[in-house]
């Protein structure tokens, strides 16, 4: 099965300590979604995805920012919500994008 691109939502904050990022998941099957995130501060908690668990699969840091990316796997469909909280009040940018027809066991692998 291939992998499909269903929808994404962009979005920038200044000065916050907790924001919502919401998006329209598609109808395929084996969904899954990665969350990037960008901000001067870190972060505390990322919540569920349409009832799918946040992990987290790289984080980094350069030029007075921290970088996450964490993927979520078999979320519901519709109208979804996730909420980044950092651990201090920062500018906050985040990236979400849904596929489908990812592997559901193994959705994400390291890149070398």
């Known amino acids: 099965m291939a992998i499909n691109f269903d929808a994404q939502n962009h979005t920038t904050f200044s000065s916050v300590s907790s924001k919502d990022v919401s998006i329209t998941v598609g109808s395929g099957s084996d969904r899954a979604a990665i969350l990037s995130i ?9 919540s569920t995805l349409g009832g799918a668990t946040a992990t987290l699969i790289g984080s980094g840091s350069g030029g007075g920012f921290n970088f996450m990316h964490y993927s979520f796997v078999g979320m519901s469909t519709g109208s979804q919500t996730t909420t980044v909280t950092l651990n201090s009040t920062d500018n906050l940018e985040l990236f979400l994008t849904t596929y489908d027809g990812v592997d559901q066991t193994t959705p994400t692998t390291s890149a070398t």
């Open 38 to 46: 960008w901000t001067g501060s870190t972060i505390s908690s990322v």
